[in-house]
């Protein structure tokens, strides 16, 4: 698994490297958030990479992969809305999505008395996300997006067992304590880490494949390097599911 890993993250930095002799600026807040979204999904991929190559132990692995197998999901209903939705109602219904997570942070910390001032500097530039009217769509559950963006050839729901797995880690429940293994740096056991492993190259295919297009770069630029991608991805979810057995 850890080759495989490697070889996929060679891809995604030549799938970098393309991107970055584009050297396309976002010009509206659609261009915008997919370009920051691409790049949080690299800043995932650098721990991910930092836990194969050794400098990192593999217990983190789970709490990137996780990340990156959420956003990809949501990114991949993106599109598939468009195709049926108003014109521009995804994107609003994305926008409101992220305008309302802001706002119960700062509706709870407001509740507590802290200042405004100190909860702005908090949320940084989140501050700035439109809220925009509601509009005939809205995002569904994260369920609804996970079986969606990561169908299973074999029919079982791989997606929400997977993202429930992964979850063990981010909230450190006993199922995670269970599989964790003390070598010279935290590892995971062969199961937990194929499936994050799977997550992670799954996630961030659809994260890429989406958010480049949207940020404004030529399909054509970056075809080849991120066909390559979703090659090494597919070896990935091949031999993973020989480890974790969710088909």
Not at 31 to 48: K, T
Not at 142 to 155: Q, V
Not at 163 to 179: D, E
Request: aromatic share 6%; glycine share 6%; charged share 15%.
């Amino acid at each position: 698994m850890t080759e495989l890993g490697l070889r996929f993250l060679a891809a995604t930095d030549s799938l970098t490297s393309a991107v970055a002799s584009e050297d396309v600026e976002p010009e509206g807040f659609c261009e915008w958030i997919a370009h920051q979204s691409f790049r949080l999904s690299l800043s995932n991929l650098s721990i991910v990479r930092s836990s194969l190559e050794g400098s990192l132990g593999k217990a983190l692995v789970p709490i990137s992969a996780r990340m990156l197998f959420e956003d990809g999901a949501r990114w991949n209903w993106f599109p598939h809305s468009a195709m049926t939705a108003t014109a521009g109602e995804s994107l609003k219904a994305l926008v409101n999505d992220g305008a309302a997570r802001r706002q119960r942070i700062a509706t709870s910390l407001q509740s507590d008395g802290v200042p405004r001032p100190i909860i702005d500097e908090l949320l940084g530039p989140a501050v700035n996300i439109p809220q925009a009217d509601p509009g005939e769509l809205a995002m569904p559950p994260l369920g609804e997006m996970l079986t969606l963006a990561y169908p299973n050839p074999s029919g079982v729901d791989s997606a929400q067992a997977i993202y429930g797995v992964l979850s063990q880690f981010t909230h450190a429940t006993p199922i995670s304590n269970l599989h964790i293994h003390r070598d010279t740096f935290p590892s995971v056991s062969a199961p937990i880490y194929a499936i994050a492993l799977e997550a992670a190259a799954r996630g961030f295919e659809r994260i890429a494949t989406v958010t480049l297009l949207l940020g404004g770069l030529s399909p054509r630029s970056i075809q080849n390097p991120l066909q390559e991608v979703q090659r090494c991805c597919a070896d990935i979810a091949s031999r993973a599911s020989i480890y974790h057995c969710l088909g």
